[in-house]
């Protein structure tokens, strides 16, 4: 194989062709001039080297108007800290050594309304931690309407069965009722928890019955909800104009403890509009017992993470959701929308045009957002990643439609310069 060999056996011609590329580090350019001279066409080599570069991590345009797009990264996060030590580990007060969780911990806490909280990398690691050290080898009951995959093989009985806690299935597909829990809580005395997950990528209809927080909590076992989205409070006091429309059912923080959830957790990166994270929130004593768990430790966020949360918590705290993007992109009136879009539209074959965008990210499933972008005939997903700020639309009856409602106004230049590419 030619790109195992040793630098020196390089033969001189893939080193000359590799000087005369760009874009990426030299040795990255001599495995796409290698790979060019072996394909017989050497006069590629530049053409390999953009399109591996474009195999990078790149920022791109999420013209897609599903706002929390996951292999968009979700939630759009900017987030700068100096090359500094942090206290991360430490307590300024006592010179000793502090808890990771106590400064970024304690404003979730805040937040939620809970005596406590903690930080680990995502929502999925947040229920397995809760779940392994609440309930190992004991009970957990779920109810079957409950026990859903949410999405990139997160199923709630695999994480259970992962924790070393005994699924107990609870009611039916689309009816559970308190005497389910009641019946779970009495032929199971060592039922460790009652766990409920908000179902949050899809919605039953119909005849379905589903049991309140209120009322889990009166059974006796602490209640778990993994809320996934990450409403802090369903009030929205960091909007001046209060919640919007869609995001009625979506089950918010604040208000399930306050009905008596004794955990909740949920993701960084949807709804709270923050870097992948999950967190804890809840009863001191349980939130506790996780932090103190094996598992915590190989779960523990980095610095960055924690100081992009810390700084996102301070914004909420401050009431400024101006000043989160995710909440800026969800509220921007329609009209603002609708007049970017004119403007976008400088050519007959851009059509400005009324969509809906979605919350995505398994939020307010079935919820849509009034939005405004462009529609062209026909499919140019192509033309149109191949831009150099590469934008990512949908086709839509035929139609290529760029949603604005994800797409940052200062990036509309960008949205132009990819649009000149299908009008040639
Ligand atoms: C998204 C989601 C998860 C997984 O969260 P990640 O942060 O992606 O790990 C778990 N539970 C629910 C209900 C979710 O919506």
Known sequence: MTTSEPVADRP?????LARRLQGLPHPLLVDAARQAIADGRPDSAQAVADSRRRRLLSPVINATGVLLHTNLGRAPVAHRQPAAAQTVEFDLESGERGSRQAAVGGLFARLCATESAMVVNNNAGAVLLVLAALANGRSVAVSRGESVEIGGGFRV??????SGARLVDVGTTNRTRLGDYQHAAERH??????LKVHPSNFRVEGFTETVGVAELATIGP?????????LLDSRCPWLPDGPPRWLADEPAAVQTVAAGADIVTFSGDKLLGGPQAGIIAGRADLVERCARHPLARALRPGGLVLGALQDLALTYLRRDGRAIPFWRMATTPVADLEARAAALATADHLVPTATDAVPGAGA?????????????DGDHLVSLRAADRPVIARIHEGRTVLDLRAVDPHHDPAVTA???SIAR
Do not use: H, R, Y
């Open 157 to 162: 009985p695999d994480v259970l069965e992962q």
């Open 189 to 194: 005395p060592d039922l460790a928890l009652l």
């Open 418 to 420: 990819a649009l000149t």
């Open 12 to 16: 001189p011609s893939v080193d000359a």
């Open 364 to 376: 307010a499933p079935g919820a849509t957002i009034p939005s405004f972008g462009l529609a062209i």
């Open 222 to 230: 602490p209640v778990v909800v993994d809320l996934g989205g990450g």
